[in-house]
């Protein structure tokens, strides 16, 4: 039977995604990638959200990944989808990262269905499910 494990992160979700590492040309010519401090700073606040909601160990099987994006409303109706940047794909790379750092299963890799929606809500914050699957 499958494992799931559902909660929600009340914040404001960071906006900043993955696709915003930078790259210099250091002394001996070869391209290196950095995070610029804001890049660092959503991760650091990613995995401080997500580290209570981490499981006692990894999966270690297939994984269902359900995301819901929820984002201050601003003048949008609530619980309207979010059709502006950023990407959902860019958003969801920072969140794997940070998962897969709290130990919610062993690789992003494992991530075999996802499903991914980013909302304007009175509620912001970011609602995850994942379901260990048996594979």
């Known amino acids: 039977m499958d494992r799931v494990h559902k909660f929600f992160m009340s ?6 995604t993955h696709q915003e590492k930078k790259v210099r040309v250091g002394k001996d010519g070869k391209p290196h990638f950095y995070e610029p401090e804001e890049l660092k700073a959503a991760r650091v606040k990613l995995r ?4 209570p909601f981490a499981p006692d160990a990894p999966a270690e099987g297939g994984v269902r990944l359900v995301v819901k994006w929820l984002f201050p409303r601003g003048s949008h109706p609530d619980g309207t989808y ?6 959902t794909d860019n958003l969801q790379k920072l969140l794997k990262d940070c998962m897969t750092a709290e130990r919610f299963w062993i690789d992003d ?8 929606e980013k909302f304007w ?6 609602y995850i ?3 260990e699957l048996d594979t």
């Open 109 to 116: 890799a494992q991530v075999c269905c996802e499903i991914v």
């Open 11 to 16: 914040m404001i979700p960071p906006t900043v």
């Open 129 to 131: 499910e994942v379901t």
């Open 48 to 51: 401080a959200y997500l580290g």
């Open 121 to 126: 809500a009175e509620k912001c914050g970011i």
């Open 82 to 87: 979010r059709t502006t940047k950023p990407d």
